[in-house]
């Protein structure tokens, strides 16, 4: 690798492939997009132009492109485990936005060949650079809201509203229980993040307002290893929508958005902080670049990448049996 910022490829150009880009070139100070890979180059061809990015739709010469170090793969989810082996294999570092994988077999050959060629490995999830979220998380090791008993958390938007049959944002089988890969997930990254491994879920997933095949409206019951509870829900017909609270023994933290935080201690009394928005996009694969640098470790963790790997699993299991409790497989 240069001594200069990694020289990244672009792997899928779609809404956040592109959105990956821009967040780069405006915010980004460690990291640099220099190719770009799409099945349709010919759709890109302004966008790659705009930002100095050779294009093409070949991956494989992209991995044998000395002038790149690293990849990053906005690309349908079954699609991520073999993305990920290949960029191993090649030398290649990976950010790869989530979730990981749609298996545990598939994540965990994934990080597995990661870790054997030396190459890192980065999941993004950007709501972990948010500042109030940040803040919770201090809270938290800090003591100041005790033992943790319960989470609730709500992702939340209009998106299946956009979604049709014909692209893979819009198939059942790339979103298993709903809006739980687009949404839901990041909440339960959170709730990992500060909660630690599930044990077992319990879900509800049902279509009732959309057109494709996903569904709309999803709700899961959490029990973590720890013995406390939560409950996570996430919708794709209905406006934009965010909030996490946390529950403890010696008081609460709520994100009534994803910019503010408000606890609250056993006496009643409330702060409340307000933090300016931020671009997570940027800080994430600065972070990332970091990480490739040897300058930093990136704050998502692979035992925690793949714990949601296994989660989503589970929950996506419960949704298919109409509910019922299902085991988390820990890998």
Not at 175 to 182: D, E, V
Not at 190 to 200: K, Q, T
Not at 227 to 247: D, K
């Amino acid at each position: 690798m240069s001594s200069d910022r990694p020289r990244v490829g672009i792997v899928g150009l779609g809404r956040w492939g592109q959105a990956l880009v821009s967040a780069a070139a405006s915010h980004a100070k460690e990291l640099r997009f220099t190719h770009a890979i799409t099945r349709t180059p010919a759709k890109a061809e302004d966008f790659c132009k705009l930002h100095g990015l050779a294009l093409s739709d070949d991956y494989e010469a992209l991995l044998a492109d000395p002038e790149v170090d690293a990849v990053v793969l906005a690309t349908p989810h079954s699609q991520h485990g073999g993305q990920i082996r290949a960029a191993a294999a090649a030398g290649k570092h990976v950010f790869v936005e989530e979730p990981l994988a749609l298996t545990i077999a598939d994540a965990a050959t994934a990080v597995a060949a990661a870790e054997e060629a030396g190459a890192v490995l980065a999941v993004g999830f950007n709501r972990r650079f948010l500042p109030a979220f940040q803040a919770l998380a201090g809270a938290h090791d800090a003591g100041t809201l005790g033992r943790l008993l319960h989470a609730e958390g709500n992702f939340s938007g209009p998106f299946g509203f956009h979604y049709t049959r014909t692209i893979w944002r819009g198939a059942a089988g790339e979103n298993p229980a709903g809006g739980m890969a687009a949404m839901g997930i990041h909440v339960l990254d959170a709730m990992l993040s500060l909660m630690g491994p599930v044990r077992r879920v319990a879900t509800v997933s049902r279509r009732l307002a959309v057109s494709s095949d996903v569904d709309d409206t999803t709700t899961v019951t959490l029990e973590f290893a720890s013995g406390a509870t939560g409950q996570l829900s996430t919708l794709m017909a209905t406006a934009s929508f965010w909030r996490l609270h946390l529950f403890g023994s010696k008081g609460w933290g709520q994100m009534p958005d994803q910019n503010q935080l408000i606890l609250c201690d056993l006496a009643g009394e409330q702060s409340a902080e307000s933090f300016e928005a931020v671009d997570t996009l940027a800080l994430e694969l600065d972070a990332f670049a970091a990480a490739v640098r040897g300058r930093g470790t990136y704050p998502v963790t692979l035992q925690q990448a793949l714990m949601g790997v296994a989660t989503m699993v589970a929950i996506s299991e419960s949704a298919d049996e109409g509910g019922t409790w299902k085991e988390v497989r820990i890998p």
